[in-house]
């Protein structure tokens, strides 16, 4: 495991060198562009070649961030950026014109910034792995005494489906569309997730030959799917498809049907952009807001858009709307020019009030993240709209190559202990762990396209709370003598 992160970061370092060399002296712009057209994919190549080796080592990791960081990595701040070299002429001429455009040498700063901040992620993981050699080892070879509570898998995920699905198709989405008066807090909302868990568990004892879990999950999936894309949420529609998806792939352990799952996966997501940017559309053209609209309301707008295509308000073009969206290359290059400029973010300064809970503080303000400020910096106009960055431009934002050089490193020893924590789970099969492993792994996927505070420690809290509950559950359970002398003889055997 160490191997994979180890010889990855030394394979980067000379990409990182070229990079700096062609930064130290003045350059012609065609080898800006011969830069910009090439060394994405030496990136891309290095990235997967650690994502498959570390799956290959232990099957597992897929549920952690030690696989899909460098996936994720590859698609966003490798294969994105790409599109200012390779996207048709429709998308070239909008991007030229759009407020974040960005010259050849500008494109290779920001990709210089991903490749660096990224090297320094590994680093921070493969620092975790070494340090703790023995735990991964013992992981890996699966020489863990199975701490799981008492419950049936089959059993568990029935529950997370039921009160996942009460609370967010209930509660939280109500609250969130303004059709109940209540502010749900945080560690709720996050606690709505579990219904995907409970599908990932079903799918799992299903594939294991549970006729109850395979009747119950074909019929109530499908509706689960439908509820998803009534929210128009793209990262909720894509979790519904990729939790059973992997759970699937602890049971037949093939890399080959994986690749097909995550291609299947890769159709839904570019399927459902035109279906989620309708649906907000129309929201928005009716409320203001891209949340304010009931069920039914949220039915008949999907009803619309699959009868009657040609009624969507969306303009038909040649743009690669799908492939724009993955390139953070404009938002990272004025976050650089802005800290150079001396205009810093400050969102750090705020961090702490994530972990003071909404019980203790009722009063606490809604944390909003900082893409509004970006978004108001960027266009110098009032905030309508939430601009994402990356946590790699946000480090430089805030503090300059220091933060990256800082931060990045301790961002991916964060991931490390989460990834072990969340392999050490899936090896015993101790699913009651699977929300905590779920929280890690939307970090892990989604968290490195926002900023540091939302997108990393924001969830942090609920990540602890739950480790904290199941942590009493066990020991109150490991009070009990019977279970406490199957614990040591497993711990003997071992």
């Not at 057209?37 to 990235?47: H, K, R, T």
């Not at 759009?98 to 660096?116: R, V």
């Not at 080959?256 to 299947?264: F, P, Q």
């Amino acid at each position: 495991m160490a191997s994979a992160f180890g010889q990855g970061v030394l394979l980067l370092l000379p990409l990182l060198c070229l990079y700096w060399a062609v930064l130290a002296n003045e350059r012609p712009y065609s080898v800006y562009d011969q830069f910009n057209a090439i060394s994405p994919f030496y990136f891309i190549g290095v990235l997967l070649l650690i994502a498959y080796r570390v799956l290959r080592a232990a099957p597992a990791t897929i549920w952690s961030a030690i696989f899909w960081l460098p996936v994720q990595s590859a698609i966003f701040f490798g294969f994105g950026p790409l599109v200012e070299v390779y996207g048709n002429e429709a998308t070239k001429r909008s991007l030229s014109v759009h407020i974040l455009s960005i010259t050849p040498n500008e494109l290779f700063d920001a990709n210089l910034l991903s490749t660096a901040g990224v090297t320094l992620l590994l680093c921070g993981l493969y620092l975790h792995i070494r340090v703790r050699a023995k735990l991964w080892r013992a992981t890996v070879e699966h020489r863990h005494a199975q701490r799981t509570i008492i419950v049936q898998p089959e059993t568990l995920g029935y529950i997370f489906v039921f009160v996942g699905g009460l609370l967010r198709y209930g509660v939280i989405y109500p609250a969130s569309w303004g059709q109940i008066d209540l502010t749900v807090a945080g560690v709720v909302s996050g606690l709505g997730s579990i219904v995907d868990v409970g599908f990932a568990i079903l799918a799992y004892t299903a594939l294991q030959g549970k006729h109850t879990s395979r009747a119950t999950f074909a019929v109530l999936w499908p509706l689960h799917v439908f509820l998803c894309l009534l929210t128009f949420a793209k990262t909720a529609i894509i979790i519904a498809f990729l939790l059973p998806a992997i759970a699937a792939y602890l049971v037949h352990k093939r890399v080959w049907r994986l690749g097909l799952s995550l291609a299947g996966l890769a159709l839904v997501f570019q399927l459902s952009q035109p279906f989620v940017v309708y649906g907000r559309s129309v929201i928005h053209e009716r409320s203001g807001t891209i949340n304010e609209a009931g069920y039914m309301e949220r039915i008949k707008i999907a009803t619309a858009y699959s009868v009657e295509p040609a009624s969507s308000p969306i303009v038909v073009d040649e743009r690669q709307g799908w492939w724009t969206r993955l390139n953070f290359s404009g938002v990272q290059t004025f976050a650089i020019q802005a800290s150079d400029d001396g205009i810093h973010g400050s969102s750090l300064s705020r961090a702490w009030m994530y972990f003071v809970p909404r019980a203790v503080w009722p009063e606490k303000p809604i944390m909003v993240g900082p893409g509004a400020e970006f978004y108001s910096l960027v266009t110098g106009r009032e905030p309508t709209s939430f601009l994402a960055l990356s946590v790699y431009g946000d480090l430089y934002w805030q503090f300059g190559w220091l933060g990256v050089l800082i931060g990045c490193p301790l961002i991916g020893w964060i991931f490390a202990m989460m990834s072990w924590r969340a392999v050490t789970a899936m090896q015993s099969r101790n699913f009651i762990m699977i929300p905590a492993v779920l929280v890690a792994l939307e970090i892990s996927l989604l968290g490195m396209n926002k900023y540091v505070v939302n997108g990393i420690i924001g969830p942090l809290p609920i990540y602890i709370a739950y480790l904290f509950g199941v942590n009493v559950i066990h020991m109150a359970i490991a009070g009990n003598g019977s279970y406490s002398r199957r614990i040591r003889t497993q711990d003997h055997l071992t």
